[in-house]
């Protein structure tokens, strides 16, 4: 794994780009945008509801707003495909207008509780009808007097706060969410670009309180979109593991809420440079330089999970090729992802040959000590829908003797359709 490559844009941002833009009066220009079937089911969605949104000959978007209550009755249902962030973030959304929308979604988003964000919006005024689990299909009917809440996150979750931030942008006075663990703050981060008054402080417990103040008028931006580092995660960890590997990864978004997996590899001995630091449009971004390295199991602290929870299926497939025993804890939040990861990656990486316990909040990953892992040959690995599962075990197939099959790899166009593509590029088979 030799070169240099580029990943597609954030996808957190991405969303949200598209969905900030769509609310601010004037022409929002994107560039960088991830073209993946969640971003684009977030386009499409904000389309049914007036924005006017168009890719340009260049690659990139421009998007027309509407302005902060200003969106419109969809004609028919929003379809979120695959996407749980879209779902939930424009849930938030509708909450706070007098419109009656009903969001579907493929099989795997089905499966996805909405528990988490129906119960503060239903705080904000909104009335939620709802499959049995409180899952997809939904009919949301939004109130015309949204009443600002404040509202302290039972689990940490960026997608349930910026729900509540969202719903609190049509909503007059101050929507508060307090945060006693930090997740991610692009949203927080977007909000403020936009024009929002939008201040963050620390209570005396040492939780971040979140305060939101309702119905601005929203400036249009111009944004660049940073290199997604979920994305970039399984390109790092692939170099790590293949021997003789020197990669180069271009444009990596390095926001400290979401940064986390980098800190755990080189705790770990990966050999991780941050080169040409910068910041673009509020975000710090650097290039990072990955050579092939000798890897050992540590015990992963709790405390990191929310700066990295989307990258834990690629951190097993790590600290399965590592020098002693990884233990992870924590990991409830998994279990509630497109699949749960958990459980998939334990059957996944088992049957490629490692050795893996599975806990109730985590897994323990005794490593190979570098060597090849024996893989899957013909034999299918169940990726139960899961772009990330298949990504992960993708990258797992570099290091094994008989490479490693899934079973599906069409999910992956939700996040990243360029990853086959570029693994070739960098000659994998």
Excluded at 24 to 53: C, H, N, P, Q, Y
Excluded at 72 to 86: F, I, R, W
Excluded at 370 to 389: C, F, M, P, Q, Y
Aim: net charge negative; with cysteine; hydrophobic share 45%.
């Amino acid at each position: 794994m030799t070169g240099r490559i580029r990943v597609p844009g954030d996808k957190s941002i991405s969303h949200r780009s598209i969905m900030l833009g769509a609310l601010a009066v004037g022409e929002t220009r994107v560039s960088g945008l991830l073209e993946g079937e969640d971003v684009l089911a977030t386009a499409a969605a904000m389309r049914a509801m007036g924005a006017t949104i168009e890719r340009q000959a260049d690659g990139d978007w421009v998007v027309a707003g509407v302005g902060v209550g200003g969106l419109m009755q969809p004609a028919g249902a929003l379809d979120m495909g695959n996407s749980g962030t879209s779902t939930r973030l424009l849930l938030g959304l509708v909450a706070s207008h007098a419109l009656t929308v009903c969001f579907t979604g493929d099989a795997s988003l089905s499966k996805r509780p909405m528990g988490r964000v129906i119960t503060p919006l239903s705080q904000v005024g909104a009335q939620f009808t709802t499959y049995p689990g409180g899952r997809l299909p939904l009919i949301i009917t939004g109130t015309a007097t949204p009443v600002p809440i404040r509202y302290r996150l039972p689990v940490a979750s960026a997608q349930v706060k910026s729900a509540v931030l969202l719903a609190g942008l049509n909503t007059p006075g101050v929507t508060t969410v307090i945060e006693p663990v930090p997740t991610r703050d692009h949203s927080e981060r977007m909000l403020r670009g936009f024009g929002a008054a939008l201040s963050v402080d620390m209570d005396d417990n040492g939780a971040r309180v979140i305060s939101l103040s309702g119905q601005p008028e929203l400036r249009p931006q111009t944004i660049v979109v940073p290199g997604d580092p979920s994305s970039a995660a399984f390109f790092v960890v692939a170099a790590l593991i293949v021997p003789g590997s020197d990669l180069v990864l271009e444009n990596v978004g390095l926001n400290p809420t979401r940064a986390a997996l980098f800190d755990v590899l080189r705790q770990m001995g990966g050999q991780i440079d941050a080169i040409n630091p910068r910041e673009v449009g509020g975000e710090p971004v650097a290039d990072l330089h990955v050579r092939a390295s000798e890897l050992h199991g540590i015990t992963v602290d709790p405390a990191v999970v929310p700066a990295m929870v989307d990258e834990f299926p690629v951190l097993f497939v790590a600290a399965a090729l590592a020098h002693g025993r990884t233990v992870t804890s924590g990991l409830d939040e998994l279990r509630v992802k497109e699949s749960d990861r958990i459980s998939a990656m334990h059957a996944a990486l088992t049957m490629a040959g490692a050795t893996v316990t599975e806990t109730a909040d985590g897994l323990i990953i005794d490593g190979s000590g570098g060597k090849a892992l024996a893989g899957s040959g013909e034999a299918a690995i169940t990726t139960h829908l899961d772009h990330r599962i298949a990504m992960a075990m993708a990258v797992a197939g570099l290091a094994s003797e008989r490479g490693v099959t899934v079973d599906d790899t069409r999910p992956i166009a939700t996040s990243f359709p360029l990853f086959e593509r570029l693994l070739a590029d960098l000659g994998a088979a």
